[in-house]
Structures are given as C-alpha cells and as structure tokens.
C-alpha cells in the first residue's frame, strides 16, 4: 500500500507541475522544479524553491498555498528543516484567516521537531500573527517565553535570533515595558545589517528606543545606543533632538536637559514622566562626576553634589543613597563630614567625550608612574647600600 501511495502522489505532482507549465512566463521554472523533483535533487530544489516563492507572479490568489499542499507536502521530509520554514514564511501570509495560519504552521512543528532553529522559526512566525493580526498577548507572550528557552541553549547567534529579538521587541513596546524594549531591540540591531532596513524603519527604531533609553528602569548606560549608526537616521528628521537628549543624558548634562525642556515635552510619555527623567539624570550626573574624579580623589562634598545636580542640599544624601542602592556606585557617606567617598563606578560604553577624559587620566597615572619610576633609580642606590 505504501508503494501505490507515493506512486499516486508521484503521478497528482506530475499532473500539477503539467498543468502549470502552460504559463508561458513561468514554464520553464516550472519545468526546471519537476526536473529536479523526478531526479530527487532534494537540496537544489529546496534552493530553487527559496527563491521561487518569491516570484511576483506566484503572489496572487492561493498560488503559494497550492504550491505547498500539491507540491512540496509530497516530498516536505526530504527538504532541510529549516529551509522548510524558511519557505513556508513566505506563504503563511497569503491565509485570510489568520487562525488558519496558525493551524498551518502548528502542522509543520513536527515535521522539523528534530531541529531546534526550525521549530523556533516556526514558533516566532506564529508569534508574529497573534501579535498583528490577533493582538492576542498572552499567546505572544507564551510564544516569546518558549521561544526563548530554545535560543538560550543555542551555540552562538542563529538565523532566528533577530527574528525573535524582532517579535520580543514588538511585543514589549506595545505592552509600554521600555527596559525590556530596549534591550530586546538594541539584540535586534546586533543580528542584523542596518541596511536590511528601509530609512523609515531606521527612522521608528531609533525614536522608540530613543524613548526606551530614557523612560526604562535601571537602563544607565546609554553609550551602546549612542554608538550605534541607527541614530543617524533621526538627522535628518524632526525629532533629531532626541539624540542631542541622549548625549545630554549620558553625560548627566542637567543644563543641558533643562535647556531642551520645550523639544522633549512635546512628547506626552516624556511630559509625563518629568520627575522620573530628572531622577534618571540626577543620578547618571553623580556617575559621571565620580568617574571624571581620579581614583586617588573622590571625595565629593554634598555641597558640590548639589550644585551639580540642580538639588536642594537636603536632597543629596538621599540621591547617594539611590544610587549606592542601584549599584551605580559604590562607597561610604560620611554624614559628619557632609561628604561621599567614592570606590567604584558602574562601566559603561563611553563616548569620544568620555573616551577623551580616560585618555587624559591614563596620561597622568602613566606621568605618575614615570616619575615614582625615577624617584626608585636616584633613591634606590641608598638602600641597596645599607
């Protein structure tokens, strides 16, 4: 029975591929496909296949669908996995019922059950429709928390990955957790060519996480966004202010930030979110002063404290203790003394303004060992002596 089945699939697949040869743009495509699939090339025909779903020409109707349940359901086990649901990402959209996607690529899970990036892949396209076409959450959520599991034990970065930082992305933004945005979609960034992306997506990443980098809990260090060439789109734009912020931000620039107030407050999430930004600043400004100090001077008063960071003198050591509280910073406060003595300060990306202060400091300690160096040569013959 086994053998007259695949015979009767064999000779339906023939009939297919024959009858679609009579389009003359695309008969030979359709020739080559059936050379291939009756000399069981398996590997160039999935080949040929990523490329032919593609075809403007294939795109209308339920051309691509009936591509697969005529076609490639007769041979799916012979074609690599993941190559599988590459092709298959091309024709989940062409379902009119999103559900019935669903279904659809519920159904090619266990045909690709044996790799890892496949069923990931496949997952993440499911998450992609609950999330724009279902605005179904807590299925997004579910897809994004399992999908997750599967890369953490990945080797390296996998083709799925910004895929996936895509969709977690997508779904942390619309849920208004910007930490979680931020971080997810600066991954993003990391797997992809920037120049895979139109200018006006550019143009929407660097705005959003422009947004998360100021708005997100416990996001202190800004430099790796501000590296990175997405904000270059923003230039250009109406909202180029935003980069200028985030330098503000990055150096605890509180003038700056006060300065800028009439450009940032036209954003209503920003607006609304005044005390915490100036919270955020207050403290990225303590960093940046305990970090500009050499280590062997890092006594910061509350009265320079203060005048830096635009508070009332009251407010210091409680600002301090934030901070020593966030692991921002470490040291001791010496109430008595009305003082800081700092130890430590978070890393964090620099910029060349930051990157040039460290090049200034290197020099001096590199001028300070030189002259300890000399002061051994011209003292040290007293003691070899003794």
Known sequence: MAGSSTFAGSQDVSAYLASKQTDKNLSSEWATLEELYNKKLWHQLTLKLRTFVTNP??????????LYQKFILVFEDKINPLALVEIVAFIVPKFADPKDAIAFLEATEPTVKANSEAVSLAKVLQGQIYLEKLNDMPATKKIIEEVEKIIDDAD??????????LL?????????????????????LGCIEITEMSNS?????????????????GIYNLGELLAHPILNSLKTTSNAWLVELLFAFNSGDIGKFEQMKPQ?????????????????ISL?????????RPAN??????????KETRLPLVEVELLVMKALAQGLVKGAIDQVSSNVHMTWVQPRVLDTTQLSSMVKRLNSWCTDVKSMEMLLEDKGHDFLTL
């Open 168 to 188: 977690a992305s997508q779904y942390y933004r619309l849920q208004g957790k910007h930490a979680e945005y931020y971080r997810t979609a600066l991954r993003y």
């Open 284 to 292: 990225l400004c303590l960093m940046e002063m305990t970090f500009k």
């Open 57 to 66: 020409a294939l795109q209308k109707d339920n051309e691509l669908i009936e």
């Open 156 to 165: 390296g970065i996998t083709a799925v990955h910004g895929r996936y930082y």
């Open 201 to 217: 997506d550019q143009v929407q990443h660097a705005f959003f996480l422009g947004l998360a980098a100021l708005l997100g809990d």
């Open 297 to 306: 001077n890092r006594e910061l008063s509350f009265s320079e404290i203060a």
């Open 264 to 280: 940032w407050e036209t954003v209503p999430d920003l607006a609304a979110q005044e005390l915490k930004l100036r919270q955020k």
